[in-house]
Each structure stands twice: as C-alpha cells, then as structure tokens.
C-alpha cells in the first residue's frame, strides 16, 4: 500500500499546485509581522510555498516523501529554499516553539480518531504562550456509497498515462468515509505500475471538533465557516483554539 506514493502525488500536484483565492487569503489574515509558523502534514507545499512567497516564516512536516519532494522543488524553482521534514504527526513535539499552526484543507480528517487526542496535545505544546492553532475539518455531510470503482482523474504524464480511480463507502458508526484510490500508470494500454492507497476521511461535527480543541486544553474556541473557501458556493469550516 503506497500512501500519497509516486502516481498520487503526481495527480495532486497537477490538480492542486498553490493554494489562491479565500482560502488563501483566510489563512494568510492569521499571520502577522515577526511569526514563525507550522504547516503540519503540509504535503506538496500547495499552502507552504504561497506563504514562503510572502517571506513568512514557516516550516512543515509530512509523512510522504514524494510529497515532500515535490514541495522542494517547487520551492526551489522559485529561488527558495523550504524547510520541510519527514516526520509522523503521531510522533512529532517541539515545545514551546511556534505562534501558529495550520493544517488546511482536510487532511486533519486522515488522521485515525484514536491518535487525535495525542497529536492536538502535541501541536498545544509546539505553540509558544499566546500562540493559535488552526484546523480545517471535514464536516458531516451527506455521502453516497460508491462500492464500485470509478474513474475520477486522468492526467498525461509525457508518454504515459495515469488513471485515477475511486470507491468508497461511508461508515455511520465511526464517520468515517472509507476512500480507496487506485493508480495505474499506463504506457500503449500496459499498466506498468499499480498504487493502492487508503484514504480514510472522518467527518466531524461543527460542536464535536470545537469540544476535541477544549478537551486537549485550548481556550477561545471558535470555527469560521469560509463561504467561498474553495470557490464560489464551496465552503469549509476552520477551528481555531489558543493557549
Ligand atoms: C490532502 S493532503 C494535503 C496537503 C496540504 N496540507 C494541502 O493543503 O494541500 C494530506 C497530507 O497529509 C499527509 N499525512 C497524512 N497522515 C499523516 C501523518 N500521520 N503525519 C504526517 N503527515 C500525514 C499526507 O502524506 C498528505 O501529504
């Protein structure tokens, strides 16, 4: 099982490159002068990079080093250099070292439910006194089963072509939307190369998530809903705590 593997990576970044628009804007509102910020499970760089533009002061971590390579070069065909580590959200702790920490664009869902309480304690004593924590979750919505897969994506990579598909089925009792996704790298109709991945997405409620930040010792807790997050009439919803 390749997780955000070579095939993956490679159909995100083609799709989603640099974060723009409101959901950029939100994200940069929070920064001021002299901060040093994290992006945790920060992937390809889509956010990091946008921000490193900015001169802000921000480093990130994820477990994929194909997305982590990406991000790099990314980085560096733009003259930067980011500071990026491979590294677990399960494991990582910098005490008292940050004054924001942003996980953008759901990927705080794909984190199993049972580590959660573990990795927000970890990112509460990252945060130097003052400092705040934001978190875009996915939010309980209506979700189709869809049993059988189904081809969602399709780039040309040179003379090859990847297919990306998907099926899923949505768990009531632990809301948990089990994604799986299948790459195929195709060259003259011969799969030269397969990717598996799971890809676990938990659906949080709006009350759920602001009690998941209390509970792990936050204080001001709110959530803004951003309208048109991911463009017109595309919302998302982004917790905030601070300590
Ligand atoms: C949907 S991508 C989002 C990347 C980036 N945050 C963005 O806004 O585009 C989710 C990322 O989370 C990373 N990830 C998932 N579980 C992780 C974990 N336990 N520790 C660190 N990174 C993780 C994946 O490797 C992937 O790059």
């Not at 997405?201 to 998941?212: I, N, P, T």
Request: charged share 30%; hydrophobic share 35%.
């Amino acid at each position: 099982m390749d997780y955000y593997g070579e095939l993956c990576t490679k159909v995100y970044e083609s799709g989603k490159s640099i974060a723009e628009g409101e959901e950029l804007a939100f994200y940069l509102s929070h920064v001021t002068e002299g901060m040093k910020v994290l992006e945790p499970m920060c992937g390809n760089g889509r956010m990091l990079i946008p921000f490193m533009q900015r001169g802000i002061n921000i480093e990130g971590f994820d477990i994929s080093d194909e997305m982590l390579k990406v991000c790099v070069v990314k980085g560096n065909e733009r003259g930067m250099e980011p500071r990026v580590f491979h590294q677990d959200m399960r494991h990582f702790n910098r005490q008292d070292n940050y004054d924001l920490i942003m996980i953008p664009f759901g990927s705080f869902s794909l984190l199993p439910e049972e580590i959660v309480p573990l990795c927000l304690r970890n990112l509460k004593e990252s945060l130097r006194q003052g400092g705040k924590l934001l978190i875009t979750a996915i939010i309980q919505q209506a979700a189709d089963d869809c049993p059988e897969w189904k081809e969602t994506n399709r780039l040309q990579d040179g003379k090859n072509t990847i297919i990306e598909y998907k099926r899923m089925t949505y768990d009531k009792d632990s809301r948990v939307l089990n994604s799986k996704l299948k790459y195929h790298l195709i060259h003259e109709g011969e799969v030269l190369k397969e990717e598996l991945m799971d890809f676990p997405m938990r659906m949080y409620g709006v009350e759920e998530c602001k009690d998941l930040l209390h509970k792990s010792g936050f204080v001001n807790v709110t959530v803004h809903e951003v309208l048109d997050g991911y463009g017109k009439g595309n919302p998302f919803h982004v917790f905030e705590g601070t300590i």
